[in-house]
């Protein structure tokens, strides 16, 4: 008989109710929408498509779940297991090959990252759109968010950060962060104890990025403020809402 893929992957509850509180007050999903849940590979996301499907399987709220997995390494990566793992989770899988470090290196890119991101949003956003998403779902923690502030602040001189309900008028698409409210290092230890098929990043400018720094920037000030992360998660609920949402909506 087939076994239950929560029997298989029992998420742990404290998760889950992170996971559902940042849904709740973000009035994150609704009836009958189409969500895309953007796969890397990694830990992050895989836990997140992981959340979704318990969260489907349970929840009153009638939505439906697919995935998309964009494979950045030019034949080096190997997505059977997670293949396998999507098919568990009854989430349909699309694969999309991309050589964005191949685009990075002729360009010599002085902002990988920033770029990488800007082509990894219209590969999803485009995929949405063909397969009639109305939602994208990305792994973002509550890390992302705190590293994502202070990297706009040193280098941009800006402040701003990514919201965790976002509408983008352009697309008509709304973006949700489900573990806004999780910390990176719990999102580590499930994957491992769930020994989810994690794919490591073959990026080459991972070790040398603006965001490796300030992660460690990060580390160093919490020994001082424990709490900077929370806060700083806390602080988003306080923003302006984004500018691009139409009055109301975020509340609808
Ligand atoms: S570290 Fe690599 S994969 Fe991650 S955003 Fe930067 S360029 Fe892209």
Redesign the pocket.
Known sequence: MKQDFEELYPLSKKLSRFTGEAIRDYNMIRPDDSILIGLSGGKDSLLLALALAILKKRSPVRFSLRACLID?SNGAMEPERLAEYMAALGIPLTIVKHP?YQI?KEREERS??SL??NMRRGILANQAKELACGVIALGHHKDDAAETVLMNLFYGGRFKCFHPHLYMSRTRMRVIRPFVYIEERQIRLEAERLSLPVIS?C?P??DK?K?KSTKEIVAALEREMPELKSNIVHALRHLKENESWPAGMLNE
Do not use: D, K, L, N
């Open positions: 950045q964005t990075m990988p990252c990488c991101a990043s990026c400018y991972g990025s965001r």
